[in-house]
């Protein structure tokens, strides 16, 4: 049967890796990538029309509304979601932090969820169908005394999981289906990526609101 699948995330290996996973099953997907990718690192993402490349304002609630309809009008049909974070990095002294730099990494990594999480949820529950999946790749804390720590990375990773496990609570109670995933090894993306599609690819309702962990048993054992 024809699927209907849109990515949402940050531009990272786990999002390419999920999207040529997602190219082996389907003919095309949505994709919708937040800003530029790591010029060390380049990412080997399907072109079109294995993708359907769509834009996402992540400060803007109308913006993943519009994500929302551009990507059912494009692929025909919506039936997974999948919003996927890495966290970025900011190395930084304490006293040196950019207020202009919180505001953007706020709206650009904490709302941002927020409101598509509410948009995916009202679409898949009107429908009484569908998948939302919520997928994060784990960063390391900060646990060592360090010059220059992180002082981004550890703070969105923990909303996103917090986040995360509020809406899986709220599964049970949901006629659609959803997910968390977590895995914790970036040199596992690809294996990660087949993972995660295993189980979507399962079209069973008696796992919604688990977390599957992929790799090393983190702060979720």
């Not at 024809?2 to 390419?16: D, F, K, M, Y």
């Not at 040529?20 to 994709?31: D, K, M, S, Y």
């Not at 990538?33 to 834009?55: M, N, R, V, W, Y």
């Amino acid at each position: 049967m024809t699927r209907g699948i849109l990515i949402v995330g940050t531009q990272t290996p786990l999002a390419a890796a999920l999207s040529r996973e997602a190219a082996q099953r389907l003919e095309t997907h949505g994709l919708a990538l937040l800003g530029p990718s790591d010029p060390e690192q380049a990412l080997q993402i399907p072109q079109p029309p294995a993708t359907i490349p769509l834009t996402w304002t992540p400060g803007s609630a109308i913006s993943s509304r519009t994500l929302l309809v551009s990507a059912e009008n494009r692929l025909s049909r919506l039936d997974e979601a999948l919003l996927v974070f890495a966290p970025p990095t900011l190395r930084t002294r304490p006293e040196q932090l950019d207020p202009t730099q919180i505001s953007l990494f706020i709206d650009d990594y904490l709302k941002g969820w927020y409101y598509l999480i509410r948009e995916f949820s009202r679409y898949f529950r009107q429908r009484k169908a569908g998948i939302l999946a919520m997928v994060l790749a784990e960063g390391p804390m900060v646990t060592e005394k360090e010059e220059s720590p992180d002082m981004l990375g550890p703070v969105l990773g923990s909303a996103f999981r917090a986040l995360m496990q509020s809406v899986l609570a709220s599964a049970a109670a949901e006629p659609y289906r959803i997910l968390g995933f977590s895995g914790n090894d970036p040199s596992q993306d690809a294996d990660f990526a087949s993972f995660i599609f295993k189980i979507l690819d399962e079209d069973t309702k008696r796992d919604t609101g688990k977390l599957h962990r992929f790799g090393k048993i983190g702060i979720f054992r």
